[in-house]
């Protein structure tokens, strides 16, 4: 049996702070390659104690993502399938409380910051507080045909999703809005609660092990994701309702396809069997609310 070829790396100091097509890439792969990447926290390895405070600015952006990777092959109207194999994780990582942001703001009027070692897979939060770690990829996308998305915002091309399901045994599907598709990631979690109450999960570097493949003619509207047998749409907007309307409708529209039925039962299937979620609310209004539809085939 032919050995497979060693993965490549991608060091994280090869990061942006937008998705563009303007970047150059930094690793032209062919579909099917696995590459490691290596992420930065997001903000960029600033916050080290907690005398370091988020009332300081970000260094060049906030949830810096590493690449882009250029995809051999891809063009408009295909889509990829990014498989998330392993997320390595630092040895701390950070949260904190932003003065007079986050779903609560009134009731937080100063800044904090807390460091938090990752021990044997498990969060130390404190001396009694401990759980095992949930680590997810808070930032993924593609470039957009024009111009420039900061990489702190969700959107059809990706972006920030802050969905937990972006995880090791995932297949995230994203489409190709460029050649090559332009794939970058970042803003690893080790843990983050939905809702990511404070703007601010569990912050951290990262090693991320994806394997790229591509999927030729499939047309994408928005990013969607496999997670073993789990189907996962996602939206996004500024508008609470809105946001989670756009789940559901890419939920109804994937039941239509995948299982060839009307929209009423897909609409029916939807409301008896999916779970439509939030997957950020930190400040409704001022910053689009991410969220979800979950459906267990």
Known sequence: MQAQPAPRRIPRDQK?????????????IQPGATVIVETDDARSGTIRTPADLLDRPHPQGPNPVTGPIYVSGAEPGDSLAVTVHEIALAPQGFTAVKARIGLLAERAPEYATKII???????????????????????????????????????????????????PGCVLHLPV??????LSLGDVHAAMGD????????????????????AKGETLARPW????ELW???????????????????????????????????????SVRADLAICQSCDPGRFPVTTRMVYAR
């Open 117 to 167: 070692p990752i021990r044997n897979s498990e969060v130390c939060f404190s001396d009694k507080i401990r759980f095992a770690v949930s680590p997810m990829v808070g930032t993924i996308g593609v470039a957009p045909e024009s111009g420039e998305i900061a990489c702190l915002y969700p959107g059809t091309h990706g972006g920030n999703m802050d969905n937990k399901y972006v995880r």
């Open 16 to 28: 942006q702070y937008a998705f563009s097509a303007a970047y150059p890439p930094v690793l032209t």
């Open 195 to 214: 809702g990511e109450v404070t703007m601010i999960g569990l912050e951290i570097a990262a090693e991320v092990t994806i394997t790229v493949n591509l």
């Open 232 to 270: 996962i749409t996602t939206g996004e907007d500024m508008d609470t309702n809105r946001a989670l309307r756009i789940a559901c409708d890419e939920m109804v529209s994937l039941l239509m396809r995948r299982l060839g039925i009307s929209f009423e039962e897909a609409y029916m299937l939807a």
């Open 225 to 228: 994701i496999e997670f073993g």
């Open 177 to 182: 809005r460029v050649p090559g598709a332009l």
